[in-house]
C-alpha cells in the first residue's frame, strides 16, 4: 500500500505522530515534510538556513492540519548536531519518526568546522550522531522508526577505511557512494542493537529526483548534462513516496534493518550486509562524532583502522574485529571473498 492508496487508512493511524524530518527546506525533505503534515501529524523539520525553512514551514502549514515547528542547523558541525538535538529534546514532548534525509555531493573536496570532509560528515556521520542523540526520546515513544535516506549508487559504494575521509584522493563519486553505503549500514547496525525495542530502523532509495542535489558545487557533466536530464527525472513529491511509506506504513510497524525501492523492500549491495565493516564503521563513526555510542573506544579506532586495513589487503581473516565488535555473534570469514559481481544493480 502506497500512502496515497491508503491515504484514510493511514489518517487515522497517523493522528497524533510526530516526524522529525532533517532537511525539509528543500528537495525530498520538503515534499516528504508535505507529504506527512497532509497526513496530520505534528511535524518538524530542519533547515539550515532560517528563511529557506520557514518558507518550507508556510507550504507546510497550509496543507497541515497539526502544527509545524523549524529547527535550524549547519548539520556538517557536530556542535550544530549537538545543539539542535537539545533543542529539539527541550520543544518536543515526542519523537516518533526520525527522517534522516539531509545529504550532498560536492565536485570538489571540502572540509567542515570539525576538520572532517563535508560528505562523510554531513550524509553520514550528521545522521549517526543525531540519531544517537534523539534515540532515548524515541524509545521512549516507541513505537518508533528510524527511516534514512541512501541511494541506489550503495551499490558501488566502498568503506575506504584507509582513506575515509578522501585526504590522499578525493573523488565526488567515491565520497558520495561511499557515504551512501554508509547509511545502510549504519541502518543495519542500528536495527541489530535495536532488537528486543519497538524501534525500527530502515533505510531506501528515493529514485533520481529533480531537487537542488550537487548544485553547490556542480563539476562540469553536471553543468552541462542537468538542464536536460531534469526532464526525465521524479518529481520531489515522487521522491519521497517511498520516505513517507517507511515512516508511517501500519504494515511497517515491525519490520527493521530493511532497504526499500519504490515503496519495495529490495537486498541492498553485498557490501552493506558486511556486519564486520558495519561494526567498525559505527566504531569509527562514534569516535569521530564523539557521540555517546562512543564510551567504550574514544581514541582507539585509528589502530582499529589501521589494522583492520592491513588485514584486509592481505584478505586475512578478521575474527578479531568480529570479536571485538560483536562478541562471540559473528563467525570467522574472508572479507575479501565478497564477490563484487554480486552487488544488484537497482
Ligand atoms: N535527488 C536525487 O536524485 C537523489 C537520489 C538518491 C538519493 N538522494 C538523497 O536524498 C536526500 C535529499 O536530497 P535532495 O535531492 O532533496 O537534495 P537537496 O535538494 O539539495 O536538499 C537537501 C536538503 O538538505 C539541506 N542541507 C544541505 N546541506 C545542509 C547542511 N550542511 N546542514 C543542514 N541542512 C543541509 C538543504 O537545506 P537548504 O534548503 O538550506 O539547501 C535541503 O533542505 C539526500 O540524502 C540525497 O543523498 C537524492
Redesign the pocket.
Known sequence: MTHTEGAQTWNRSTAGRWPLV??????????TALGLARLGAHLAI????RA??ED?AREIRAVSSGPVDVFV?????QS?VRRLADEVLQSLARIDVLV??????WNTRHVTADGLE?TFA??HL?AFLLTSLLLDRLKQIAPARVVT?????QAMGRINFDDLQGERSYSAARA?NQ??LA?VLFTYELARRLQGTSVTANAL????????????DPGLIQRLFTPLMRLF??S?AQ?AATSIHLAYAPDLEQVTGRYFVGCTPKRSSERSYDKTAAALLWRVSADLGRSEWASDCRGRHSACVSRYSQQLRRGRLVSEFARAFHGSELKERRLLSLPPRSVPQI
Open positions: 532533517t532537511g525539509g527546506s528543500g528537495g525530498i525533505g520538503r515534499a530542519t533547515g539550515r538556513d529557506r525553512a518550507a542547523a549547519d548539520l556538517s558541525s550544530e534522516n534525509n539531509v545529504g550532498g555531493y563535508r554531513l550524509n550528521a535516506v541512501s541511494s541506489h549508487v558520495y557515504s551512501k547509511n532509495h528515493p529514485g533520481v529526483v529533480r531537487t537542488s542535489f550537487g548544485a553547490e527525472l521524479k520531489p521522491g
